[in-house]
């Protein structure tokens, strides 16, 4: 089982599924806004365009990172595949920050030309078919992301949220710049669609990066996790607990000390106590512990801090 309580034959076929939805989709938005784009000459579609033609590219990327983290660990690679999701979501995230440049780029030449749109029934009929599209995508994507808590499709959700917002913005510069003749408009749009996508850009990658440097799990949740193994009777005191997440597998590790009277055999069951403890309340968590003899601490610095509050302090059990 993964940390999501799915096998992970099962959170294969739900990312998969869901990669392969988006793909779908990009497709279909594609061909529907390089229509329009011909038809009314807006650079708010164009952006629009553009966005969704790296939704696409984005998509695929997607589908290779979930395949490839959905493989199981083998010789090269002892700690699994789950960091494929977070390559591919900085990849997405290479493609919405130069695809907002691009879009950032015209908008400032046709502000500075004083361009205007050459139709608006197009392009708003376009964007009206791509909110509900979207709306449909988005609903199937966040009950992916509840089941398996995948990063490679909550990034692509980013971009799905994203558009909702981009066609909205298109219809209103289309209807302020060719029906009720606001000069500058779509431009003006077209501007900040670019800022919306580099924003997006910059709060996506952050998810993508902590994982691909191992970062801590969130200190609320490592507190519940202390709590867990602090309830064994026999622990003694715990230090150097170490944490991470990769794709959808959680890891950690500790050292635990136990009374040094012990055997070898009898540390090693309340090892195993401490493991089941683990799995019961951290469904799917990887688990290495090293066993100490109270008292017997190598490390420093906050590697040593001890994490049981009331370790060496109570009377020996």
Do not use: C
């Not at 497709?27 to 329009?36: P, R």
Request: hydrophobic content about 50%; aromatic content about 6%.
């Amino acid at each position: 089982m993964t940390a999501t309580g799915l096998t992970p034959a099962d959170r294969a076929r739900l990312t998969r599924g869901a990669a392969y939805a988006s793909i779908a989709m990009a497709t279909f938005l594609v061909g529907s806004k390089a229509w329009a784009v011909l038809q009314t000459g807006s650079t708010a579609m164009l952006g629009s365009l553009a966005d969704t033609g790296l939704d696409l590219v984005a998509s695929i990327a997607t589908l290779v990172g979930v395949w490839i983290a959905a493989m199981p660990a083998d010789e090269n690679h002892r700690f699994g595949h789950g960091k494929a999701e977070a390559l591919a979501a900085m990849f997405q995230v290479v493609l919405i920050t130069l695809s907002a440049v691009g879009i950032a780029t015209r908008a400032i030449g046709q502000l500075v030309a004083g361009g205007r749109v050459e139709s608006a029934n197009e392009g708003i009929a376009v964007s009206l078919v791509a909110i509900a599209a979207t709306f449909a995508l988005l609903a199937w994507q966040r009950y992916v992301i509840r089941r398996t808590g995948s990063l490679a499709i909550k990034t692509d959700n980013v971009h799905y949220k994203s558009d909702l917002f981009l066609n909205l913005s298109v219809i209103a510069a289309l209807v302020l710049d060719r029906l009720i003749g606001v000069a500058g408009a779509d431009a003006a749009f077209g501007l900040g669609i670019a800022l919306w996508l580099a924003w997006g850009a910059w709060r996506a990658s952050s998810e993508a990066i902590d994982h691909l440097m191992d970062k801590e799990w969130p200190e609320e949740r490592r507190e519940a996790f202390v709590a867990v193994i602090a309830s064994h009777p026999e622990l003694r005191g715990v230090h150097d607990l170490r944490t991470r997440t990769s794709g959808a597998h959680d890891f950690a590790q500790f050292h635990a000390a136990v009374d040094p009277a012990m055997t070898v055999a009898e540390a090693h069951r309340v090892m195993d106590e401490l493991e089941a403890q683990i799995e019961a309340e951290f469904p799917g968590v990887e688990v290495l512990i090293h066993p100490d003899p109270e008292g017997l601490v190598d490390e420093t610095g906050s590697a040593a801090e001890e994490l049981l509050p009331d370790a060496g302090s109570a009377p020996a059990r």
